[in-house]
């Protein structure tokens, strides 16, 4: 096999974890750029610059690497959503945060919002389980806030929660399609905005926020 330009050059020892981030790393990319089924697990171990063995010794199996990335990932996208409702008490700025966390993720490093928002094996049952994991957490957390400070129900709350959630995915991910022609943070200004205005139209319970 040709190398390719990207591969790794092969020979160097390094301690399980870190193997197992250079692994995922190099499968981030072939994934990435070729999607699910076109990878092989030749061209991640290339990438990675070692045997197909020793990249078997972390993982047994091309399904098996793309679902910890996703794990990996979607519990990133989860937690920076947790982190932006903690960073604030007002509620218009927790808006603007949770939002950010969307355009933040879509525009990190290695497009790994790929792997979580247009997966090309949700119909496999553990990846549409992960997929839809991070959704339903992160609306969770959402409507837990609007339950809290509005008189909706939870049923209500809930689903308000995961179309704020909808809103903000889709908005950033055409964002970064349309090579980011507005500025990140105007973007995310603009989504907020929209967002505050329909949200903050229900009656609020904590007149504080």
Same mark, same amino acid.
């Given at each position: 096999?040709?190398?390719? %330009?990207?591969?790794? %050059?092969?020979?160097?020892?390094? @301690?399980?974890? +870190?193997?197992?981030?250079?692994?995922?790393?190099?499968?981030?990319?072939? $994934?990435?750029?070729?999607?699910?089924?076109?990878?092989?697990? *030749?061209?991640?171990?290339?990438?990675?610059?070692?045997?197909? @063995?020793?990249?078997?010794?972390?993982?047994?199996?091309?399904?098996?690497?793309?679902?910890?990335?996703?794990?990996?990932?979607?519990? *990133?996208?989860?937690?920076?959503?947790?982190?932006?409702?903690?960073?604030?008490?007002? /509620?218009?700025?927790?808006?603007?945060?949770?939002?950010?966390?969307? $355009?933040?993720?879509?525009?990190?490093?290695?497009?790994?919002?790929?792997?979580?928002?247009?997966?090309?094996?949700? /119909?496999?049952? @553990?990846?549409?389980?992960?997929?839809?994991?991070?959704?339903?957490?992160?609306?969770?957390?959402?409507?837990?806030?609007?339950?809290? *400070?509005?008189?909706?129900?939870?049923?209500?709350?809930?689903?308000?929660?995961?179309?704020?959630?909808?809103?903000?995915?889709?908005?950033?991910?055409?964002?970064?399609?349309?090579?980011?022609?507005?500025?990140? *943070?105007?973007?995310?200004?603009?989504?907020?905005?929209?967002?505050?205005?329909?949200?903050?139209? $229900? %009656?609020?319970? /904590? +007149?504080?926020?």
């Amino acid at each position: 096999m040709t190398a390719t %330009p990207d591969a790794k %050059p092969r020979g160097t020892r390094l @301690p399980r974890m +870190a193997r197992r981030r250079q692994l995922l790393s190099a499968a981030q990319e072939v $994934f990435v750029e070729n999607g699910y089924h076109a990878a092989a697990m *030749d061209d991640i171990a290339e990438r990675a610059g070692v045997s197909k @063995p020793v990249l078997y010794q972390h993982f047994p199996g091309k399904q098996e690497l793309y679902l910890a990335l996703l794990d990996l990932h979607v519990d *990133d996208m989860i937690a920076r959503c947790r982190d932006a409702l903690a960073s604030t008490t007002d /509620n218009k700025q927790r808006v603007q945060a949770a939002i950010g966390a969307f $355009f933040d993720f879509v525009s990190g490093q290695g497009e790994a919002f790929r792997l979580v928002f247009e997966s090309d094996l949700r /119909n496999v049952a @553990p990846v549409r389980q992960r997929i839809e994991r991070n959704l339903r957490e992160s609306a969770e957390m959402i409507s837990q806030v609007i339950r809290e *400070d509005t008189g909706c129900s939870s049923d209500e709350a809930r689903l308000l929660g995961v179309g704020l959630v909808g809103m903000a995915e889709v908005s950033a991910r055409y964002w970064i399609s349309s090579n980011g022609s507005i500025p990140k *943070d105007a973007a995310t200004q603009l989504i907020a905005r929209l967002s505050w205005r329909g949200i903050s139209g $229900f %009656p609020r319970t /904590n +007149a504080e926020h």
